[in-house]
Structure formats: structure tokens, C-alpha cells
T-cell receptor, first 112, second 115 residues
Framework: AQSVTQPDIHITVSEGASLELRCNYS??????LFWYVQSPGQGLQLLLK??????LVQGIKGFEAEFKRSQSSFNLRKPSVHWSDAAEYFC??????????FGTGTRLQVFP | GAVVSQHPSWVICKSGTSVKIECRSL??????MFWYRQFPKQSLMLMAT?????????EQGVEKDKFLINHASLTLSTLTVTSAHPEDSSFYIC???????????FGSGTRLTVV
């Protein structure tokens, strides 16, 4: 069955520290991969997406993610976290224009 | 880029009444629209998929008679929660896909509270 796993429910980092949010997927083929960010009570904002090509994807707000086929992973990274990055982060996978399957999310807390 | 407008952003209704939520694609034609439900501090759960001009496809466990979805045009999909009860209180988010390569675009969500 198709699934997305975000192992970390809650992560706390200090402002300025580096960040890595993990995402693993189980899919029959290489899916389209996405990272979204959600602030409380808000909709989802797309950070970045991978369809094909270069496995290191650059997104908005200084985020990047690397697709590793051998590990079925698509981890999100940021070299220096800002307090405004505190939010809920969702990894999602889809196939073409089919429905997206979301991970359970990782709540990021940033301390000054 | 692609923009999806979702209204209302929040609504409070009495138990037993119906509520309609609209999702519009503003600058593109949405070939497919998805409706998600999100409980507090949880992930998004897909409720149904709708294609313009055809009946929606509901996920297992979603009551199609309670959550009526209409996708009458390429720019508008509506979700009607019929005979709402307090357990229907949740955050509902729509998403649309297009043929322009933007992928999935999400609305800003609707907070439904049934009292």
C-alpha cells in the first residue's frame, strides 16, 4: 500500500541552527514528491516539489530537499532556521495528477 | 502562479443545518479537485476527488450523502456538509490540479464549527 512516513512528530531547534526533516515513502513507482508548510489555522504552502531530473531540489524560503531513490527518501533541509519557520511541515507523494498522500506531519518549534 | 480561493474561511452553524464551502481556481482550469479534512494537530485526510462534469469519487469511510461534492465547472467545486453535527467540526481544505504544470494548489481552508 502507498504510504508516507514522517518519523519525527516534533522537532525543536535553536534559531540559526540547521534543520533536516525526514520523509520516507512507499510507492510502486517513483512518485511526485512535495513538501508543504502550514501555519496554524492556515492552508498549505508549497515549499518545493520533485517530479524528475536533478535530485537536489531548491525551494522557497531557503529550503531544499534531496530525493534518494535507494532510500525512498525525500528529506527537507535548511542550513539556518529562522523563528518564522516555526510551523507544521508535511511531506506528500502523488502520481501524475492523482490524489496526494500526506505524511503525519512534523511540528517545528524554533527557540531564540 | 496558480491560485485557489476557498470560502468561507470560517463558519459556525447550528446542528442539523447544511453548510456549503466553495473552492475556485482563479487563473487556471482545474481539471481535478480534491477535498481534504484535517482534525486538530493531525494530517490531511482525503475525502473525495472530483472531476468536472462527473460524480465525485469518495474515499472509503466517507459518507457521500453527508458530504455532497459538486464540480459543475472547470473553476468551481463545492462541498456541502448536510445535516451537520458537532463531530463534523473540522478544518476542510480543497486542492486543485491543472494542466499548466503547477501541480497541486491548495485553498486556504475552512474552519467549520457545528454547535
Amino acid at each position: 500500500a502507498q504510504s508516507v512516513t514522517q518519523p519525527d512528530i516534533h522537532i525543536t531547534v535553536s534559531e540559526g541552527a540547521s534543520l533536516e526533516l525526514r520523509c520516507n515513502y512507499s510507492y510502486g513507482a517513483t512518485p511526485y514528491l512535495f513538501w508543504y508548510v502550514q501555519s496554524p489555522g492556515q492552508g498549505l504552502q508549497l515549499l518545493l516539489k520533485y517530479f524528475s531530473g536533478d535530485t537536489l531540489v531548491q525551494g522557497i524560503k531557503g529550503f531544499e530537499a534531496e530525493f534518494k531513490r535507494s532510500q525512498s527518501s525525500f528529506n527537507l533541509r535548511k542550513p539556518s532556521v529562522h523563528w518564522s519557520d516555526a510551523a507544521e511541515y508535511f511531506c506528500a507523494v502523488g502520481l501524475n495528477t492523482d490524489k496526494l498522500i500526506f505524511g503525519t506531519g512534523t511540528r517545528l518549534q524554533v527557540f531564540p | 502562479g496558480a491560485v485557489v480561493s476557498q470560502h468561507p474561511s470560517w463558519v459556525i452553524c447550528k446542528s442539523g443545518t447544511s453548510v456549503k464551502i466553495e473552492c475556485r481556481s482563479l487563473d487556471f482550469q482545474a481539471t481535478t479537485m480534491f477535498w481534504y479534512r484535517q482534525f486538530p494537530k493531525q494530517s490531511l485526510m482525503l475525502m473525495a476527488t472530483s472531476n468536472e462534469g462527473s460524480k465525485a469519487t469518495y474515499e472509503q469511510g466517507v459518507e457521500k450523502d453527508k458530504f455532497l461534492i459538486n464540480h459543475a465547472s472547470l473553476t468551481l467545486s463545492t462541498l456541502t456538509v448536510t445535516s451537520a453535527h458537532p463531530e463534523d467540526s473540522s478544518f476542510y481544505i480543497c486542492s486543485a490540479t491543472d494542466t499548466l504544470g503547477y501541480g497541486y494548489t491548495f485553498g486556504s481552508g475552512t474552519r467549520l464549527t457545528v454547535v
